[in-house]
């Protein structure tokens, strides 16, 4: 009981929380003209429009007006050149009612966003703070909910900064606090590492319940298909279409899918695997917050094939293949799983006969079904070629105890009786070291490959 309120505490309402108050949103983009900071695969009116989709995702918010500007140098104190940073700040002060301004940035100062604030008189937010905003939207799980509150600390600690500046500026240099030896600073710093100690012990436990459910189906030998890509690619729909589970309701907006999700699902040989649904990706993801998904993340790196989804019909889309590989490559994942790894062109119902390029890439339409058995077989193949497992039809005498050793140590797919001499062809899917056990306790056994 201790231990749940102690979680509770941790799952209270967060400081740093927006609430659920309608936003009056002006976006605005910085648009980097040439240098290292310019992305080649993009233009700034597509990342614009991924802003909007960001803020659309969120209840009761609205897009009032969607401006870019140009700049040489996002990092400087106010973003902007002089002469734009005063263009643009007369354009927000004409919009009608506006309460925020999102800046289409990774990450700005603290520093930075109280000058802002300052100038234009509303609240400024950036992607890290939009985007957690939408995972704490989002956040249905005890673990989701912990990996937020764990992406939150580096803006508390931002935020503590910006306040001990102010207090400093106010009283002439830091107080101590009742005698205790500790400054404001150092009592909120303490309080903030014992915050972040506690959520990573409670995702700790998570993680370990975790890894012996993971120890419970290799136990069963389900392979396990990871199902990853860019937000709002279609993960959810090709599960669902690949295992028929009608519970499952795909949502069209980003980062619908926050927690890891096992759904079961059957290959033409009956072969019975999981399906791991996946949290999307998101060009300039802060890495603070990509790291405190970390513990859902791991999960991948236990399956036994990635299954790649794009949505191939996004202007963006060679960006958003790009931002995910090297998300994968990030993880230390194992190279065979990165190297059999499948990639799917997902919604090509939206385009007229079309053909992937890239090699190996197949052309499916989650949708409609599109494409469905061709990817099937090719999961198959992977799947057998990645566990070592066989396909196998093997003549048994009905009256030994060889079925019921396949029932217990294989998967059994078809069994046809052969009444007038007492035997049986079975067809099994087998793992390589069970195979071995099952020739030698049987060696007179006919065995047929598939």
């Given at each position: 009981e201790g231990e749940e309120a102690a979680l509770e505490e941790l799952l209270g309402p967060s400081p740093l929380a927006l609430g659920p108050g309608a936003q009056r949103v002006a976006i605005v983009h910085p648009a980097v003209k040439w240098g290292p900071q310019k992305s080649p695969l993009t233009t700034a009116e597509l990342q614009i429009a991924e802003a909007v989709a960001l803020v659309d995702t969120l209840q009761?918010?609205?897009?009032?007006?969607?401006?870019?500007?140009?700049?040489?140098?996002?990092?400087?104190?106010?973003?902007?050149?002089?002469?734009?940073?005063?263009?643009?700040?007369?354009?927000?002060?004409?919009?009608?009612?506006?309460?925020?301004?999102?800046?289409?940035?990774?990450?700005?100062?603290?520093?930075?966003?109280?000058?802002?604030?300052?100038?234009?008189?509303?609240?400024?937010?950036?992607?890290?703070?939009?985007?957690?905003?939408?995972?704490?939207?989002?956040?249905q799980t005890k673990e989701?909910?912990?990996?937020?509150?764990?992406?939150?600390?580096?803006?508390?600690?931002?935020?503590?900064?910006?306040?001990?500046?102010?207090?400093?500026?106010?009283?002439?240099?830091?107080?101590?606090?009742?005698?205790?030896?500790?400054?404001?600073?150092?009592?909120?710093?303490?309080?903030?590492?014992?915050?972040?100690?506690?959520?990573?012990?409670?995702?700790?436990?998570?993680?370990?319940?975790?890894?012996?459910?993971?120890?419970?189906?290799?136990?069963?030998?389900?392979p396990m298909v990871s199902v990853m890509g860019y937000t709002n690619c279609g993960k959810t729909t090709l599960i669902k279409a690949l295992t028929g589970e009608a519970e499952l309701q795909p949502r069209d907006q980003l980062f619908a899918t926050l927690d890891i999700t096992a759904h079961a699902g059957y290959l033409p040989s009956h072969m019975a695997v999981i399906y791991v649904d996946t949290i999307g990706f998101l060009t300039d993801l802060p890495h603070n917050l990509v790291e405190s998904f970390s513990a859902t993340l791991?999960?991948?790196?236990?399956?036994?094939?990635?299954?790649?989804?794009?949505?191939?019909?996004?202007?963006?889309?060679?960006?958003?293949?790009?931002?995910?590989?090297?998300?994968?490559?990030?993880?230390?994942?194992?190279?065979?799983?990165?190297?059999?790894?499948?990639?799917?062109?997902?919604?090509?119902?939206?385009?007229?006969?079309?053909?992937?390029?890239?090699?190996?890439?197949?052309?499916?339409?989650?949708?409609?079904?599109?494409?469905?058995?061709?990817?099937?077989?090719?999961?198959?193949?992977?799947?057998?070629?990645?566990?070592?497992?066989?396909?196998?039809?093997?003549?048994?005498?009905?009256?030994?105890?060889?079925?019921s050793w396949l029932y217990k140590e294989a998967t059994v797919q078809e069994v046809e009786v052969m009444p007038e001499d007492g035997t049986a062809r079975v067809k099994v899917i087998i793992g390589s070291s069970a195979f071995g056990r099952y020739k030698n306790l049987f060696p007179n056994s006919k065995i047929f490959m598939s």
């Open positions: 009761n918010w609205t897009v009032l007006d969607k401006i870019i500007i140009p700049t040489k140098n996002p990092n400087k104190k106010f973003v902007f050149g002089k002469g734009n940073f005063q263009v643009l700040t007369e354009k927000i002060k004409k919009l009608p009612h506006v309460t925020a301004v999102f800046l289409n940035m990774e990450r700005i100062s603290s520093l930075t966003k109280k000058e802002l604030e300052g100038a234009w008189g509303v609240q400024v937010f950036d992607r890290y703070t939009v985007v957690l905003h939408i995972f704490r939207c989002n956040a989701a909910k912990l990996q937020v509150a764990l992406a939150e600390i580096p803006l508390l600690r931002s935020n503590l900064k910006n306040e001990v500046s102010q207090r400093d500026q106010q009283r002439g240099g830091s107080r101590y606090i009742m005698g205790s030896g500790e400054t404001f600073l150092e009592t909120q710093k303490r309080v903030l590492k014992e915050r972040e100690l506690k959520i990573r012990n409670a995702l700790e436990k998570l993680r370990r319940k975790r890894a012996l459910l993971r120890t419970r189906r290799r136990k069963y030998e389900f791991e999960e991948v790196a236990y399956s036994d094939l990635i299954v790649h989804v794009r949505d191939i019909t996004h202007p963006e889309t060679t960006l958003q293949k790009a931002t995910v590989l090297s998300v994968l490559r990030n993880l230390n994942l194992p190279s065979q799983l990165l190297d059999s790894m499948i990639e799917v062109h997902n919604k090509v119902d939206l385009i007229e006969r079309y053909k992937p390029t890239e090699e190996n890439a197949l052309a499916v339409s989650a949708l409609h079904g599109h494409g469905l058995a061709e990817l099937k077989q090719e999961i198959e193949k992977k799947i057998l070629t990645a566990t070592g497992k066989k396909i196998l039809t093997v003549n048994i005498n009905l009256e030994g105890p060889q079925l």
